[in-house]
């Protein structure tokens, strides 16, 4: 079993920064890929970005240039460096790990960003 605990969600002003960790324990995989999801209300669950197992990432659009997504394997802990926040990035933001198969998430931490 995999437990994934997300914290430093906070409230913040427009164009301020954020940094989101997500400590990941259990029965963890190599070749996991971890990442982190975003849900406003109304809204379906949405990708923000994604690092596998060989050190690649990929983020959405909306936060290209902005976001920066980096793992530490040795401490099994993901992060997301958030700069420039706008509005729209007010969401509680969900991490994520996928290995066989199978996909865990933590419980989500609160991001406001007021304008």
């Known amino acids: 079993q995999v437990q994934l605990v997300e914290s430093g969600g906070g409230l913040v002003q427009a164009g301020g920064s954020l940094r989101l960790s997500c400590a990941a324990s259990?029965?963890?995989?190599?070749?996991?890929?971890m990442g982190w999801f975003r849900q406003s209300p109304g809204k379906q669950r949405e990708l923000v970005a994604r690092?596998?197992?060989?050190?690649?990432?990929n983020y959405a659009d909306s936060v290209k240039g902005r976001f920066t997504i980096s793992r530490n394997r040795a401490k099994n802990t993901l992060y997301l460096q958030m700069n420039s926040l706008k509005p729209e990035d007010t969401a509680v933001y969900y991490c994520?790990?996928?290995?066989?198969?199978?996909?865990?998430w933590g419980r989500g931490t609160q991001v406001t960003v007021s304008s």
């Open positions: 994520n790990l996928y290995q066989e198969l199978t996909d865990y």
């Open positions: 259990g029965r963890i995989f190599s070749l996991a890929a």
């Open positions: 690092v596998i197992s060989g050190g690649s990432t």
